[in-house]
């Protein structure tokens, strides 16, 4: 009969060792608080839900909607005390950006500091990323 398992003496076991996985995405304050705002005009919404689209002049495009809980496969990212939550299509081509909420005299507008984006189209609306091998994005 083979062994079921083995000893490891002193030091820290290997699970403690690991380090904790880094958000998906970050939030600025300024994104924080104006999906705080939002969320406050609708109640039972637990935060939004952030995806992508195949659509526009560069292939993709973000898309925002108020989310009641985290589904299936999502990455749930709390930053500045809200919630958002990837969906699994998204995490690939967004993984390391930053939301930030920006106002002007013209606009008033989420902005995506996105480090995938390999081009982006005149208006800014939408962008493409390098993609992997084997995928796909579904419409």
Known sequence: MGSAGRVLQGGASRLSRLRERPAVMKLTEK????????????EGAAGVR?????????????TMNYAQGKGPGEEEVTDHGVKVFVDPKAIMH????EMDFVEDEISSEF?????NATGTCGCGESF???????EALAA
């Open 31 to 42: 994104a924080a608080s104006r999906i705080k705002e939002l969320l406050q005009g609708n």
């Open 50 to 62: 952030l995806g992508i689209k195949s659509r526009g002049c560069n292939g993709m495009s973000y």
């Open 94 to 97: 967004i993984v390391g950006t």
């Open 111 to 115: 902005v995506f500091h996105n480090p």
């Open 128 to 134: 493409t990323t390098k993609e992997q091998p084997g």
